[in-house]
């Protein structure tokens, strides 16, 4: 895994000392995804420079290096990723003559793209990566975005330069990028936690989408963005072509699907290990790894003191019948409080979802270790694991065929109990039944009775339903959830749900939330279940097997039940929550008090306080949690602290219109 960046001078407006000076700090900005290395190429007539920080994986040697060039010279790429087929492709490039020096996948992308092309390239790819490929004889620039988004690019044409990078902090070094906040994206993340692809939190800065090409012409200045691989279209051929076996047979094909994800992605010169939560995902993962022999699995998990949120007993379980080699790390507010002050500056933009902080602690926990970790990330959205997916094939599906009023009335009888009402009604039901925040739960499903199946899934994933109310100028623009015409195009509820989940959720929470906090301790995470050909099968499978019995991730339950005794995994899904809610009425609770000061929440010319005080007293007294509210406002806070520390801070915000 490695880190990226470069632009093209269009404008000439620096000299080449400048621009090597430019070059080498935007390298040193993502050191850490790289640690281990780094490299600058140049071409000053053509104005371009390309940037390389390195974490080697794969052949440790200088055959490894980049920025590295073709034969002639005249093509360049520098790549951040994996390419796990790389040693199956690189026998018919040496077909076709080509020499290699090593045996990294960079020189297989390398002499693909020169043999291939690029497109036809990735398409043959299984993996991961993000790269920047200068082509020295059309003149142009292309980058490249894995299929799923698990490596980030942004990019940017402003003021006479093209730039990109794997992370917005060179991109603010260069004196081009603009840095204006965008209202837009500011309303959009109080909503989703996260800013959504394409835009970012900077006017003018974008994301490149996930399984997109960008390709530039320096000589025109054009500008143009295409994909070679879609979600929506992977699903819809697969609709075309169903899975037609028994649900025994479906289980047969997603093993052995999992099987091979797994064992390529145990690839690697360096240590390697594996993430352990004790739910489904990654034990089937870890499974998968001991199943396939070799060392013994180094796994790793976070423990909690608060026992809903705790599932560290469970992961040792686990660890002890698969026979892996365990570490556990407990986590407290104190941990909390001490990474809180690293996270503006981790993710680069703002970002609150609240198991950052667990994932980060786990992530430099595995790091002590090994360099390379798995993790089970993906099994939701692929198998169907979430709740709103069961509650899309189940109840919801039930219900939807009573009248709006009966619906209406339903929901209200729901909501006529507070949540910790519900919570100690159902508190004599054995936890191993009973979900976690049930009352939370219960108020969350109750107003989705009354409403569609888009916007089920939009009020599902909102924190704040009305972002326009709190920022200030701020509207949000269309996306996927607001696209009304999309629910046709899929045979029901279910699948449309987990289509959405894999081109926002995904993309914009889990993926970008893994990559920073990994990255962060120059650590690799790599993630089987989000190999592209799983994503393709879990479509061809009809949702009644993925939820058979009315259980989500039937599939994964059913394969892992073939390692590991049901006893051990069967218990309501918890997921990698933290008590961050009752910790902002503790220990966290002065910090969060001088950051939701109605003066400086004023003072940011950005946020309405009103809403945000009231809220945060109504969670304070115990009325409600809000904790899912109050975080992305914190999280915002410390990321505008963070920038106006920053050498090149965002220009003033723009009063509102």
Request: with cysteine; hydrophobic share 40%.
């Amino acid at each position: 895994m490695c880190g990226i960046a470069g632009f093209i001078d269009l404008a000439g407006a620096r000299s080449s000392g400048q621009n090597d000076a430019l070059a080498r700090a935007m390298g040193e900005a993502v050191r850490h995804r790289g640690p281990d290395a780094g490299g600058v190429w140049s071409d000053p007539e053509a104005g371009v420079w390309l940037v390389h920080r390195r974490l080697a994986i794969i052949d440790l040697t200088e055959a490894g290096a980049q920025p590295m060039a073709s034969p002639d010279g005249r093509s360049w790429i520098v790549y951040n990723g994996e390419a796990y087929n790389a040693a199956d492709l690189r026998p018919e490039l040496e077909a076709a003559g080509y020499r290699f020096k090593g045996h990294s996948d960079t020189e297989v992308l390398l002499y693909g793209c020169l043999h291939w092309g690029v497109e036809k390239t990735v398409q043959r790819l299984i993996g991961m990566f993000a790269f920047a490929w200068w082509d020295g004889e059309e003149r142009t620039l292309t980058l490249v975005r894995d299929r799923l988004g698990k490596k980030p690019l942004y990019w940017s044409k402003a003021g006479g330069s093209f730039v990109f990078a794997s992370e917005m902090s060179p991109m603010m070094l260069h004196p081009d990028v603009p840095r204006s906040i965008d209202r837009s994206s500011v309303a959009e993340y109080l909503r989703t936690l996260y800013v959504p692809a394409p835009h970012s939190i900077f006017e003018g800065v974008n994301k490149l989408m996930p399984g997109g090409m960008l390709r530039f012409d320096p000589r025109t200045g054009e500008v143009r963005e295409g994909t070679y691989w879609s979600v929506l279209e992977s699903a819809e051929r697969a609709f075309a072509d169903p899975f037609r076996g028994s649900p025994e047979e479906a289980v047969d094909e997603a093993e052995a699907l999992i099987g091979d994800a797994t064992q390529i992605r145990k690839v690697s010169d360096v240590p390697l290990g594996a993430f352990l939560s004790g739910g489904i995902d990654s034990s089937v993962v870890v499974a998968m790894m001991q199943a396939g022999g070799g060392a013994r699995t180094r796994t790793f998990s976070i423990g909690y003191g608060e026992a809903d949120y705790d599932e560290a007993e469970h992961a040792r379980e686990i660890a002890a019948h698969l026979g892996t080699d365990h570490v556990e790390f407990r986590l407290g507010a104190s941990e909390a409080l001490d990474v809180i002050p690293s996270l503006p500056r981790m993710f680069d933009e703002p970002f609150a979802d609240v198991s950052q902080i667990p994932t980060y602690l786990v992530s430099k926990l595995a790091r002590d270790h090994v360099t390379v970790a798995l993790s089970g990330d993906g099994g939701d959205e692929v198998f169907a694991g979430y709740n709103r997916h069961v509650a899309a094939g189940g109840l919801l599906r039930r219900l939807s065929g009573l009248p709006r009023p009966a619906r209406s009335a339903l929901a209200k009888a729901m909501t006529a109990l507070p949540p910790d009402r519900w919570q100690s009604l159902l508190s004599p039901i054995p936890s191993r039944f009973r979900p976690r925040a049930v009352g939370e739960k219960i108020h969350k499903l109750a107003p989705l009775l009354s409403l569609d199946e888009r916007e089920q899934y939009r009020r599902v994933v909102s924190q704040w339903e009305d972002p326009a109310a709190v920022v200030v100028g701020g509207s949000e623009r269309p996306g996927p959830m607001e696209d009304e015409g999309l629910r046709a195009r899929f045979p029901d509820a279910v699948a449309y749900m987990r289509y959405l989940d894999l081109v926002t959720y995904l993309p914009g929470d889990i993926l970008t939330k893994v990559d920073r906090a990994s990255m962060a301790v120059s650590l690799e995470a790599r993630a089987p279940l989000l190999d592209h050909r799983l994503v393709e099968f879990s479509f061809r499978v009809p949702s009644a097997i993925h939820l058979r019995n009315g259980e989500g991730k039937w599939i994964l339950r059913r394969v892992l039940e073939r390692h590991v005794p049901r006893a051990l995994f069967e218990r309501p899904k918890m997921g990698f929550g933290v008590p961050v809610g009752e910790w902002l009425r503790g220990p966290l609770r002065d910090w969060a008090e001088s950051n939701l000061s109605e003066a400086r929440l004023r003072d940011t010319g950005l946020l309405r306080p009103g809403p945000i005080r009231a809220l945060w007293q109504r969670h304070l007294s115990g009325e409600v949690n809000a904790q899912y509210r109050i975080w992305p406002v914190l999280m915002l806070m410390s990321w505008l602290e963070a920038q106006q520390a920053e050498a090149a801070p965002p220009q003033p915000l723009r009063a509102a219109s």
